[in-house]
């Protein structure tokens, strides 16, 4: 849902910025998102259904400004993953950046309802919506 959501933010701001998501497990690859995360993401005006779940690899330290990670254990196997080529100033907890939910794990809904989805999605579109309008008022 992150991924959907940004990009979004992104068009909606026209801002020049790339977004991709990766999973640091090879459970899901090459699958879109659960069939609640499409939901709920339709649902709020944003189709993720075109999207396909990929393994997190080392070059993307390199490739990418910024690396959010959804949860502390996810944080820790990126630094597993990019070994001695990890960049802990790249590297951040997605909620650090939401206003009231620092040093927390996004929350996983995978085993729950429909319910849990929502309140994923709300949590991760207020993360999302700091982080641009962060950026957005640098420049």
């Known amino acids: 849902m ?3 959501i940004l ?4 068009i909606s701001n026209n801002l ?3 977004v991709d998501s990766a999973g640091t497990n090879g459970y899901h690859i090459g699958e879109p998102p659960h069939h609640l995360s499409q939901k709920v993401a339709k649902k709020n005006g944003i189709d993720i259904g ?5 393994k997190f690899v080392a070059a993307d330290i ?5 690396i959010y990670a959804m949860a502390a254990d996810v944080m820790a196997d990126i630094q ?3 070994g001695n080529v990890f960049d802990r100033n790249k590297v951040k907890l997605f909620l650090d950046e939401h ?3 620092q040093n927390q794990d996004v929350p996983d809904p ?4 429909e319910d849990g989805y929502d309140d994923a999605f709300t949590i991760i579109n207020e993360t999302c919506a700091t982080i641009t309008k962060q950026y957005t008022a640098k420049n």
């Open 80 to 82: 597993q993953i990019c």
């Open 99 to 101: 206003p009231t939910l």
């Open 62 to 66: 390199d490739r990418y400004d910024i």
């Open 7 to 10: 990009r979004n933010m992104i």
């Open 50 to 54: 075109l999207q396909l779940s990929r």
């Open 2 to 4: 992150a991924e959907g």
């Open 16 to 18: 020049p910025w790339e």
């Open 110 to 113: 995978w085993y729950g309802d």
